[in-house]
């Protein structure tokens, strides 16, 4: 367009009157707006990233003592552990361990006091819960994986499918405590249940590693705890996410 | 009255969650144990009676140990978590009869629990063998853990094995309420009681394989003889007559709740 068209646009504008704008008007629109435009939030996984990495963070700043004196007292023991069974049989026992520590520390933390607290944090409990659990169940893994490596260059025999069937039966108790700290703490938060389940894995440990019950537990076809593993993988995921998308609690 | 206080007591307990999560953990822990001692055809002839006798001191007091732990731990740390402590010095009969109704709910838990895995035994054995006659000689039975002089039926067996369990798990249960008097808080109960029983069991199964030759061996041995575990798997029947056994833990039990009557609470006074 040319200088003269813009000319005559502009000539036209200004006859036209302004509109005068409504104080009152602008605030009720901008509230009408407000009301019926989505917030805007951050990506679900950005949240739980930042949430995952502070969580671990926590855990490393305020638990690392009882990491550190859990590792170097399970690689102690295997030492100790003569036999290649009863190696077999402790890792099955000992891959949940930072769970099982962690676990009442995390009941501890959120009681009644914090939770004016954490009403006033930009994101919610839930939210939090998820991200430590999740965090809590990495520790686990990370324990997990040392310990299958040791075994896999200690263990003498050249059995590559039943060291294939140890590391598969060894995730099932991590995501089984996984599953159950979760529920606990939604559903039934008390520090004498973690007492209860504690004790009950040290009396399981018990019958696993001096009773036949250790053998015929590893002597379980393979494709059972790939099934159960899958099972528990889903009900943990379906839970967290179910989790993560309740609405913050309302406290008065 | 006392009846009344008793019914209370059980109500308290019996609407707390820690004692249905430990007994469905111990019936499962007990039917996966069960599967993994089965007996075959050739191990035994009357594999029935010989389970009902062997499983109990085998692993089975494991499973009746553990839910009186908690109980025991429930029982009293109650009233300090709820903060209704104090308030239980003012009942107008005095401390020491709700210490007596405690310990008479806790006798009768005892007893439900023995009870109730007993028939959990009974039943899954059934299912898997069938059923011998109760009237057997005990002798044909073949038991791997009990010992014992004379001429025994296998029902006797099962009634005295109910009685020396009864009263040794009620034993240990009144030695954790003495202890429960003075710790309030119920997880650390349970860690101290669930702790003696499981150190003196890696004293047995573990430490003495590696201390064996040693001089030292002889006073872990003695521990481990007199220790609530050779009650429990019975292996104290090689040291006493099942009527030394038995009078001596009810003298034990006597001897447990009069000191428990008596022993003052730290922060009241009656």
């Known amino acids: 367009m040319g200088e003269k068209e813009d000319e005559r646009l502009l000539h036209v504008l200004e006859k036209y009157a302004h509109i005068p704008i409504n104080q009152q008007h602008k605030e009720s629109v901008a509230a009408t707006l407000r009301a019926f435009v989505p917030v805007s939030e951050q990506n679900p996984k950005t949240i739980f990233k930042q949430l995952f990495k502070q969580a671990m963070m926590e855990i490393w700043q305020y638990q690392k003592a009882i990491l550190c004196i859990l590792f170097l007292f399970l690689f102690g023991l295997y030492f100790i552990i003569p036999d290649s069974l009863d190696y077999k049989l402790l890792f ?19 009681d009644e006091e914090m939770v004016e607290l954490l009403l006033t944090y ?7 819960l998820c991200a430590k659990i999740v965090a809590v169940c990495s520790i686990a893994f990370i324990n997990y994986t040392f310990l299958a490596i040791y075994l ?15 590391l598969i039966t060894g995730i099932t108790p991590i995501l089984t405590w996984g599953l159950v700290l979760l529920i606990f703490q939604i559903y039934y938060r008390k520090q004498s249940v973690w007492g209860v389940l504690v004790l009950a894995w040290v009396f399981f440990a018990l019958l696993v590693m001096y009773t036949p019950v250790g053998e015929w537990l590893l002597g379980i076809h393979i494709s059972f705890y790939v099934l159960f593993n899958c099972i528990l993988l889903i009900l943990l995921w379906n839970l967290l996410v179910r989790t993560w998308k309740m609405e913050r609690i309302v406290y008065d | 009255m006392i009846s ?14 820690e004692i249905y999560i430990v007994l469905a953990i111990c019936t499962f822990m007990l039917i996966i144990a069960q599967k993994a001692f089965y007996l075959s055809e050739d191990e035994a002839p009357y594999r029935f009676s010989k389970t009902m ?3 109990i001191p085998n692993v089975g007091y494991l499973f009746i140990l553990f839910p009186i732990i908690v109980m025991v731990a429930r029982i009293l740390s109650v009233e300090y978590e709820l903060k209704m402590l104090e308030l239980t010095a003012t009942y107008k009969y005095g401390r020491k009869i709700l210490i007596s109704v405690k310990l008479l709910a ?4 005892c007893v439900v629990v023995i009870s109730f895995f007993f028939l959990l035994i009974g039943i899954l054995s059934y299912l898997n063998y069938g059923f011998d006659y109760l009237d057997l000689d005990f002798v044909a039975v073949n038991s791997t853990y009990i010992y014992l002089d004379g001429q025994w039926v296998v029902w006797q067996v099962l009634l005295m094995e109910y009685l020396v369990l009864l009263f040794s798990i009620f034993t240990f249960a009144a030695c954790l309420f003495l202890v429960a008097r003075f710790v309030h808080r119920s997880v650390f109960i349970m860690f101290i009681g669930g702790g003696a029983f499981l150190l003196v069991e890696l004293l047995d199964k573990y430490v003495m394989s590696f201390i064996g030759q040693m001089k030292i061996s002889e006073y872990v041995n003695i521990v481990v003889d007199f220790s609530i575990n050779s009650l429990l798997n019975f292996e104290a029947l090689r040291l006493f007559s099942f009527s030394q056994l038995l009078v001596g833990l009810m003298v034990v039990t006597i001897l447990l709740i009069l000191a428990n009557i008596l022993v003052k609470d730290s922060f009241i006074n009656d």
């Open chain 1, 122 to 128: 930009k994101f919610t409990f839930q939210q939090l």
């Open chain 2, 53 to 55: 006798i062997d499983f």
């Open chain 1, 92 to 110: 099955l026992v000992t891959t949940p361990l930072p769970l099982v520590l962690m676990g009442w520390r995390m009941l501890e933390d959120y």
């Open chain 2, 106 to 109: 806790l006798f009768s838990c």
């Open chain 1, 152 to 166: 896999i260059f200690s263990l003498q025999e050249d059995l590559l499918q039943s060291i294939f069937r140890l």
């Open chain 2, 4 to 17: 009344r206080l008793v019914l209370l007591e059980w109500k308290k307990l019996i609407v707390q969650k």
